[in-house]
């Protein structure tokens, strides 16, 4: 198991939250991943309940979150590369560039009525690329502002962030395409984008770039991170599990828009709700997470919140009233939460300096991997319905990441 020190541990308080955020440089690159994260939740909830909207098919619902999702599996190690070779800040200024570029053109696609499925699946497959590039750069750059010791707190402090924005993200988007529709919602997306780039105006300079030249050819880097990758038991464990919970439990996101209209039988503001339930969850289990003193055994909880979820999706699956979803959802959150934080802080800790920009690419490649289970569980649910697809998928991911989750339970006993 990667040696997560008790001390890096036992900072994971809230007087160390606090000792952070007074930090201004973290604090602004904080705020800006907030906003991103706020602009990227919007929009999945637009794409979606749009998708749905366009087509009536669930199955085109998942070639949607597939096109969206793709570019973070195909690009992944690349962009880790990007990471390590390249200045970070001037990467991410690029990215929520264009973030605001994207979410304008969206806006100006819709308000001209020329907003079609295959339209805004064009455009949405930059928001792709954008956040294939984003990951591995934020986290990394995270990883320069506070070190080794302190980088658990502030792994949770982002997934906080992360969660909120997946609290007002989604209910700003649902409320928007009920009360004023799809291009004042892709304006606000354009919005969130320009706040998080005034935010970080004057920051890259602090981040830094990589500490020296590698002068190894591209094929050989990559080769470099995966053998790395692969003979680190935990980093392996998790990048596996990462695999198994994006292809079979994940894609269920995807289908919470078919979900709420045609089993619940709401518009988009119940859809919203929804989703901001599942990061309201999330949320306190973050700061749950985060405000334990001590020892913290990072494996063990990762492990433990994976199997959990899907006896959780399982539950949601066989429910029909909205109100009883959403404490559903905020318990998944919960699980989600202890799977998220743990996921980067685990692969972070393991990687030495000059990979740790390459380990977080392949961590974003095995992330990436959803569109895969999204045409899965949207094939499955346009054959046997969505409540049943959710089902499969969910008993289907237990089963799977037994075997790779229960050694890094029983080893967080001993």
């Given at each position: 198991m990667s040696s997560v020190?008790?001390?890096?541990?036992?900072?994971?308080?809230?007087?160390?939250?606090?000792?952070?955020?007074?930090?201004?440089?973290?604090?602004?690159?904080w705020l800006s991943g907030l906003c991103v994260n706020g602009a990227r939740w919007m929009d999945l909830v637009l794409l979606g309940w749009l998708a749905f909207q366009l087509t009536d098919s669930p199955f085109m619902v998942a070639v949607a979150a597939f096109a969206r999702s793709a570019p973070m599996m195909l690009l992944g190690p690349f962009t880790g590369l990007v990471a390590d070779r390249m200045h970070r800040g001037r990467v991410l200024v690029?990215?929520?560039?264009?973030?605001?570029?994207?979410?304008?053109?969206?806006?100006?696609?819709?308000?001209?009525?020329?907003?079609?499925?295959?339209?805004?699946?064009?455009?949405?497959?930059?928001?792709?690329?954008?956040?294939?590039?984003?990951?591995?750069?934020?986290?990394?750059?995270?990883?320069?502002?506070?070190?080794?010791?302190?980088?658990?707190?502030?792994?949770?402090?982002?997934?906080?962030?992360?969660?909120?924005?997946?609290?007002?993200?989604?209910?700003?988007a649902g409320i928007g395409l009920a009360r004023v529709g799809p291009a004042p919602c892709y304006v606000a997306v354009a919005v969130l984008y320009a706040i998080g780039l005034l935010v970080f105006i004057g920051l890259p300079a602090r981040i830094g770039g990589p500490s020296g030249r590698d002068t190894a050819s591209v094929v050989a880097s990559l080769g470099a991170g995966f053998s790395y990758a692969w003979r680190e038991p935990t980093v392996r464990a998790v990048l596996i599990i990462t695999v198994l919970m994006n292809v079979l439990f994940f894609p269920y996101q995807h289908m919470l828009p078919v979900f709420a209209r045609e089993v619940l039988r709401v518009g988009p503001e119940w859809l919203g709700a929804l989703v901001a339930a599942d990061g309201l969850g999330a949320l306190l289990g973050a700061l749950a997470i985060a405000s334990r003193r001590g020892f913290l055994p990072h494996g063990r909880l990762f492990a433990l919140s994976v199997l959990v979820a899907p006896f959780l999706l399982l539950a949601f699956t066989s429910l029909r009233w909205p109100w009883?979803?959403?404490?559903?959802?905020?318990?998944?959150?919960?699980?989600?939460?202890?799977?998220?934080?743990?996921?980067?802080?685990?692969?972070?800790?393991?990687?030495?300096?000059?990979?740790?920009?390459?380990?977080?690419?392949?961590?974003?490649?095995?992330?990436?991997?959803?569109?895969?289970?999204?045409?899965?569980?949207?094939?499955?649910?346009?054959?046997?319905?969505?409540?049943?697809?959710?089902?499969?998928?969910?008993?289907?991911?237990?089963?799977?990441?037994?075997?790779?989750?229960?050694?890094?339970?029983?080893?967080?006993?001993?």
């Open positions: 020190a008790p001390a890096a541990a036992a900072r994971a308080a809230p007087h160390a939250f606090a000792e952070i955020l007074r930090e201004v440089s973290f604090r602004r690159l690029f990215t929520q560039s264009l973030g605001l570029a994207t979410g304008l053109a969206l806006a100006a696609v819709f308000a001209a009525g020329w907003g079609g499925f295959w339209p805004m699946v064009g455009l949405e497959v930059l928001f792709g690329v954008l956040w294939a590039i984003d990951f591995p750069a934020r986290r990394t750059a995270l990883y320069a502002l506070v070190g080794p010791r302190r980088v658990a707190t502030a792994v949770s402090l982002e997934t906080v962030s992360m969660q909120v924005a997946k609290m007002i993200g989604p209910v700003l009883a979803c959403l404490p559903v959802l905020v318990v998944i959150g919960a699980a989600e939460s202890g799977f998220a934080a743990m996921q980067s802080t685990l692969v972070l800790l393991s990687a030495p300096e000059a990979n740790r920009g390459r380990a977080m690419g392949i961590l974003s490649a095995c992330i990436g991997t959803q569109p895969a289970g999204t045409l899965w569980i949207g094939f499955l649910a346009t054959g046997i319905g969505v409540p049943a697809a959710m089902a499969i998928n969910g008993l289907a991911a237990l089963v799977a990441m037994l075997p790779v989750a229960w050694p890094l339970v029983r080893r967080g006993r001993d």
